[in-house]
Structures are given as C-alpha cells and as structure tokens.
C-alpha cells in the first residue's frame, strides 16, 4: 500500500488523479520521468513523451508502482506521484525547475503553468516591459503576453509558446537575477521608427529602458508612445549626442539598449 500521503516533493503533485484520458504537461512529466527511469528500473516499458495518458502510459505505470510497491492500479494519485518525482529527483536529478518534456502554451494549465507565472513575475520586477500577471495555473491572454514580452528582450523567437528553450532560458534569467546578476538584454530593432501614435510591445521596451536610465519610474508602461515618451525620448538622445527628434530609430535603439543594460 501507498504510505507517503505527506510526502512534499518538487514539482508539486497537481491535485488531480492523472488516468486514462488526462493529458498536459503534468502527464508529460510523469512519461518523461518513467522514461528516464529505465536506466534505473530496465525492465520498464519504453513510453512516448507526449502529453497524452493513455493506455501505454497506464500499463508502464502499473510497471513502476509494482516495482517500488505502490497499489497498482494504473493511475498517478498523490502517493504514487510523490514517489516518482522523489525518485526521479534522486536518481537523475530535477525541480519544479526542470521542463516537463512538453510545450506550454494558450490554453494549457496546472502546477507547471503557475511555476512560469511565479517567476515570470519575479522577473517583471526588473524587466518591467513584461506584464505582471494573476498566478491562476492558466496559460490566457496575459501568459501569452509576459511569455511574449520575455522572448523579445532575450534572443528568443517570439512566438508566445513556452517550449523547452524558453522554459531554459526562464530558468537562467531568474537564478541570475536572484543571485544579484542581472542577464543583459539582446532586444532587436522593430525594423521600424517608433514616434507619436506608435504602439505595441517595442514602445513598452523603450518606456521601460528609459525609466531605468533615468531612475525612478515616470512613464507608464502602456506601450504607448505619447508626448512624454517623446519628451524621454528626446532628453535621452541629447544626453548620448544622438539626433534630438524624439522618435526611436535604429540609433536610438543601439544606444538605448547598451544604456539599459548598464542600469542592471
């Protein structure tokens, strides 16, 4: 029988039964730890990392709960989670911190989803361009955005989905920010001059640069370009020799970039 009910392991277990017909990034996990569990356990049956519980699934963690002693049923409840996200933490090595093996993305939800949403927002203490969103487990419009908003300001390809190389990259910016490192920004050029009436997310980038330049916060970070971005704009181009129009062209941006980074 299953006897480790107060057990607390990283990641947490969701809250719900995962079984035949579950599917996510906390089913995801238990098939990529089962899978890396084969080097331990080699009598387990190979599985796909895919998200889907199903009877594949269902049958290898029959194999891992007669293995370590668990009621074999075939479904991944609270005990039997513990022990296998403790004994993958121990053999291999892991953390609420370790991708899952899928994808988040619009429309996912559950524990890995909240864990962004926490350091996402840790994060958007310093990188104030990227939204601070309710920590709800649900990957909506807001997620998107601030997952957006990250991939823009570090190298990353822009597409609002949190595969394996921005849940990384996640990791890196927050273990750097908070042993006192801040990451340097590689945000690229829109492409496009960026004055009075533009909008999106490069204007909030320049409004967030320019509060940090200049210390305490005074523009609002809307994505708006108004007459005090332009007003910023302009104080910041004649104080770096730059051409005083008060718009965001490929100078400005060169020089904007290397003037935040030197804030962090």
Known sequence: MENNQNAVVSPVYPGTVLKNGSSGSEVARVQKYLSALRTKYPTLSPITVDG????????????????????????????????????????????ADTYPGIALRSGSSGEDVRHMQLLLNEIARKYTAINVQTVD????????????????????????????????????????LSSGSPTPVTTPYPGTVLSTGSSGDSVRFVQSYLNAIAGPPFLTIDGIYGQNVTRAVGSFQAANSLKVDGKVGSATWSALIPAFNQTL
């Open 52 to 95: 889907k519980y199903g009877s594949g699934t269902a049958n290898v963690v029959k194999q891992y709960q007669g293995i370590t002693r668990l009621q074999i049923d075939g479904v991944v409840g609270r005990d039997t989670w513990n022990t296998l996200i403790g004994d993958y933490n121990e053999t291999i090595g892991g953390s």
């Open 137 to 176: 487990g649900k990957y909506g419009n807001n997620m998107s955005a601030a997952v957006r908003r990250f991939q823009r300001q570090f190298g990353l390809s822009a597409d609002s989905t949190l595969g394996k190389d921005t849940w990384n990259r996640i990791i890196t910016v927050h273990n750097a």
